[in-house]
């Protein structure tokens, strides 16, 4: 292999979004950075709910409604089944970066495509909230 193509090898495909690649490598086909599946149309940021697929993650987004006649703002929430690259090893309770895609299945036309850290619990239009730490420490007097 010449020098420039051992470099390659191993550098993930730019998907056209501002986002930061893997730093692994994935043989899965339906990965956008190193698979053939093109990102296009909507992006937003959710909470992984649940990954007990294979290679499909449950995230949910939530959003806060204005309802006119009471000049108040509801809360709701959607749940979305998300393609998961092998690569980016996603766990429960983190903020993800998700884009639309072609469908890949009956249900799956998104892909997570970054890894925002861990998830504070966050709506549109509030403060972030940091989650609580597990266990909180105390000062020795």
Avoid: N, W
């Avoid at 809360?75 to 092998?86: E, I, T, W």
């Amino acid at each position: 292999m010449s020098p420039s193509a051992k470099s390659t090898a191993h550098r993930a495909r730019d998907i056209g979004l501002d986002v930061r690649s893997p730093k692994e490598r994935c043989e899965d086909a339906h990965c956008p950075f190193h698979g053939h599946l093109s990102v296009r149309g909507q992006m937003f940021e959710a909470t992984v709910v649940s990954t007990a697929m294979q290679r499909t993650a449950v995230v949910e987004r939530t959003i806060l409604r204005r309802i006119p006649k009471y000049e108040r703002y509801a809360k709701r929430r959607r749940r979305y089944l998300v393609h998961d690259p092998p690569c980016l090893k996603i766990q429960v309770g983190r903020l993800v970066r998700v884009a639309e895609t072609r469908p890949l299945s009956k249900t799956v036309t998104f892909c997570i495509v970054e890894d925002l850290g861990d998830a504070a619990r966050r709506t549109s239009g509030e403060d972030i909230v940091p989650p609580a730490p597990a266990h909180p420490k105390e000062e020795a007097a």
